[in-house]
């Protein structure tokens, strides 16, 4: 895995394949969260990830005869906001600032700022485009602990 020092972990996560995960500074990952790196997994700076939430690179092909795996990389821009319960599939980048909706599922890419929620996750509005400032970063905090 390749992780920044800035990096929040919630008790409880998993990750599937470490080596395929790239995780940049000031990224927050909720408790219980699934993290599917087998094919490429990348969070971009300040991301949050909200409780219980799974992002997927990789499922299989129900139509193959064999029922093989099929997938692709996965991207979540910087500033997103993952919420709790969400699900993201393979192949699918979130864009910078944008948030998906708590139980959303995700099954394509979503535009910078854009809100989604809803299954399949459909654009339910925008977020304003500001300089955001927020994202972990230790100085001997140790309330992500608790």
């Known amino acids: 895995m390749k992780a ?4 929040c972990f919630y008790p409880g996560f998993t990750v599937r394949q470490p080596k395929g995960l790239v995780i940049e500074e000031g990224v927050s990952i909720g408790p219980k969260c699934l993290l599917d ?3 490429g997994l990348t969070i971009h700076k300040n991301a949050v990830i909200a409780y219980e939430s799974i992002i997927w690179t990789l499922n299989y092909d129900y139509n193959d005869i064999h029922f093989k795996g099929k997938g692709a990389p996965t991207e979540i821009g910087e500033y997103a906001w993952i919420c709790s319960r969400s699900i993201i599939l393979p192949g699918v980048k979130i864009g910078k600032g944008a948030i998906v909706a708590s139980g959303a599922i995700v099954t394509k890419d979503v535009p910078n700022f854009a809100i989604v ?25 140790t309330s992500h602990l608790y």
Request: no cysteine.
């Open 4 to 7: 920044s020092k800035n990096v």
């Open 117 to 141: 929620g809803g299954v399949p996750a459909k654009i339910i509005g925008y977020r304003e485009e500001k300089d955001y400032q927020y994202g972990y970063h230790h100085k001997n905090d």
């Open 37 to 39: 790196a087998r094919r």
